[in-house]
């Protein structure tokens, strides 16, 4: 089975600073990788995810995240943080033979501070 | 343009009541879910369906039905209810069941049980 440890629980960043979200995954066969985002009261979106190729992946708001095999990780990353990023963000992986079936870190939650 | 919605928004019900959630989706996808969120924002598959036919069922208990009367449609209906199902309960679609596809996401139905 498969299992996403998101080690931090609670993110405090001020504005315009850099903030990175660590996300590590176990699994013993080949997984998809994801970031989802949920803003206060809100369902999810995704905001990037890796299938193959280049290990960075980019999402149109500045987030960029970087799979790296040998340590099993896909941390997430923003140089430069808005009050609007203020959210919970959720590392997921799928088992890549086993069908849609997304296992969810705990989440991180961002808090900007101005 | 709600892609996915789901009603009602809020439930509170007393303990032993039968509740239903009802889940739509207008993005023409094949496949839908139903995840759990509790109060410390853990996220996990409940159940899924790709064009009306069972695919995910997690040890769920038997309380916990979904119906899918046709692939636009997952609802849910939970018997007996216990305070422990007071919970956010999301629904979900996807184009299809490959592990690779991204799930859009309901706003989520608060679910409170006294």
């Known amino acids: 089975a498969q299992s996403v440890t998101q080690l931090d629980s609670q993110v405090p960043v001020f504005e315009e600073a850099p903030v990175e979200l660590r996300c590590n995954y176990s699994?013993?066969?080949?997984?998809?990788l994801f970031w989802y985002v949920q803003y206060p009261n809100q369902g999810l979106q995704l905001l990037l995810k890796?299938?193959?190729?280049?290990?960075l992946v980019e999402s149109i708001n500045g987030f960029e995240a970087e799979f790296n095999k040998s340590q099993t990780s896909f941390h997430l990353r923003k140089p430069s943080v808005h009050i609007s990023d203020t959210a919970e963000y959720f590392c997921a992986v799928s088992v890549k033979a086993a069908g849609n079936k997304l296992t969810f870190g705990g989440g991180t939650r961002v808090l900007v501070k101005p | 343009d709600t892609a996915v919605s789901q009603t009602p928004k809020y439930l509170v019900t007393q303990m032993g009541n039968d509740k239903s959630i009802k889940c739509e989706q207008n993005l023409g996808h094949d496949t839908m879910y139903w995840y759990k969120q509790d109060s410390k924002k853990f996220l996990k598959i409940m159940f899924s369906y790709n064009n009306k036919e069972l695919i995910i069922n997690e040890t769920v208990p038997n309380r916990f039905s979904p119906k899918s009367p046709d692939k636009a449609h997952l609802n849910l209906h939970i018997n007996s209810l216990e305070l422990g199902d007071s919970a956010v309960y999301f629904c979900?679609?996807?184009?299809?069941?490959?592990?690779?596809?991204?799930?859009?996401f309901g706003p989520g139905t608060r679910l409170l049980v006294l």
């Open positions: 699994s013993s066969v080949s997984v998809y």
């Open positions: 890796y299938l193959s190729g280049s290990t």
């Open positions: 979900a679609s996807s184009q299809d069941r490959l592990a690779k596809e991204t799930q859009y």
